[in-house]
C-alpha cells in the first residue's frame, strides 16, 4: 500500500517534469512563430524593428517601440492588429486569435530585448 503511494508520488512527479520541459520547448517556436509572422504581415509598414519602413513612415505609422504605443495594454494592442486603426488595414480574417496575441507580446517585446529573451527561454 504504502509502495504503491510512492510509486504514484513519483509518477506524478515524473508527469510534472514532463510537462514543464514540454511548456519550455513551445516558448522558442511560438517566439520564432510570431517573429516571423512580424515579418511577413507588419514590418513592410511597420519595419523589422518596429521603427517605421519607408512605405509606413509616409503613412504616418507610429514607432511601437515608443511610449505611446508601449502604454497600451496587450489586449488593445490586439485589438488594434485584429480590426485595423486608421490606414492601417484589419488582421483578424489573415491571423488566429493566438498569433495575433502572440504579435501583442512581439510588439512589447520591440521595446525591451530583454523580454524576448525571455520569451524565447519559454518563461513570459
Ligand atoms: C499597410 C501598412 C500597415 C501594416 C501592414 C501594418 N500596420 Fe500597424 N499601423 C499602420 C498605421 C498607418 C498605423 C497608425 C494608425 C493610426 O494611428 O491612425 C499603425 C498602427 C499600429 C499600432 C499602434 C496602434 C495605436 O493605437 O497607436 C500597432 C500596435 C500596430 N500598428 C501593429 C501592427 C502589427 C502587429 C501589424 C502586423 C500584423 C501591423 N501593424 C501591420 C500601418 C500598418
Redesign the pocket.
Known amino acids: 500500500m504504502f509502495a504503491s503511494m510512492l510509486l504514484m508520488v513519483l509518477f506524478a512527479g515524473l508527469a510534472l517534469f514532463v510537462s514543464l520541459i514540454a511548456r519550455a520547448n513551445t516558448g522558442p517556436e511560438n517566439t520564432a512563430s510570431s517573429i516571423a509572422?512580424?515579418r511577413t504581415?507588419?514590418a513592410?509598414?511597420?519595419g523589422p524593428d518596429g521603427r517605421g519602413s519607408a512605405?509606413?513612415n509616409r503613412?504616418?505609422?507610429?514607432d511601437?517601440r515608443s511610449p505611446?504605443?508601449q502604454k497600451?495594454a496587450d489586449a488593445?494592442?490586439a485589438q488594434?492588429?485584429a480590426h485595423g486603426?486608421?490606414?492601417?488595414?484589419s488582421?483578424e480574417n489573415s491571423?488566429s486569435e493566438d498569433q495575433i496575441q502572440e504579435?501583442a507580446t512581439?510588439?512589447r517585446s520591440l521595446h525591451h530585448p530583454a523580454l524576448l529573451v525571455r520569451g524565447r527561454e519559454g518563461t513570459l
Open positions: 509572422t512580424f504581415k507588419c513592410m509598414c511597420h512605405v509606413g503613412m504616418n505609422v507610429p511601437l505611446a504605443v497600451l488593445q494592442l488594434v492588429i486603426k486608421g490606414r492601417m488595414p488582421f491571423l504579435l512581439y510588439v
